[in-house]
């Protein structure tokens, strides 16, 4: 029985009661992309986005801003060939003056964004994230 059974399979959701080393399994069983980033360390916009763009191991430029990893995570991800799937954890998203909640909303926002492109190419794209 899969991990998954209830949820979507296009969604950005708080990862409430799953642990990350469940997903990160349940990932590898369903042969999909499993990327974590631990974004505790971030104390800017710029910070956090380096963080997911090198945890991740997105190209630099993608780590600049919104836009940027939004096309990294789309188009990019869709011109590099078939994708069986993604499951995304972003722990511990910052709460800080820097990367205050309209930071966090933006960058999930983000992650919505590229869950229904995905939805469109019928790719499962399913985001946890936790906050500080």
């Known amino acids: 029985m899969s991990l998954l059974i209830t949820v979507p399979p ?12 469940e997903l990160q399994e349940e990932a590898g069983r369903l042969g999909q992309h499993f990327l974590y980033a631990h ?23 993608c780590g600049k801003n919104f836009d940027a990893l939004r096309e990294t995570l789309t188009n990019t991800l869709h011109q590099a060939g078939p994708q069986p ?25 983000v992650f919505r964004d590229a869950a229904d492109y995905w939805a469109e190419k019928k790719v499962p794209f399913r985001v946890f994230y936790s906050f500080e």
Not at 10 to 21: E, H, K, Y
Not at 39 to 61: D, M, N, W, Y
Not at 85 to 109: C, M, S, W, Y
């Open 39 to 61: 974004c505790h360390a971030g104390l800017t916009k710029q910070q956090v986005l380096g963080i997911i763009a090198e945890s991740f191991r997105f190209p630099k430029p």
């Open 85 to 109: 799937g993604f499951l995304i954890v972003l722990e511990q998203l910052p709460n800080t003056q820097k990367f205050d909640r309209e930071a966090r909303e933006t960058l999930l926002d």
């Open 10 to 21: 296009n969604l950005v959701q708080s990862i409430r009661a799953f642990r990350v080393v």
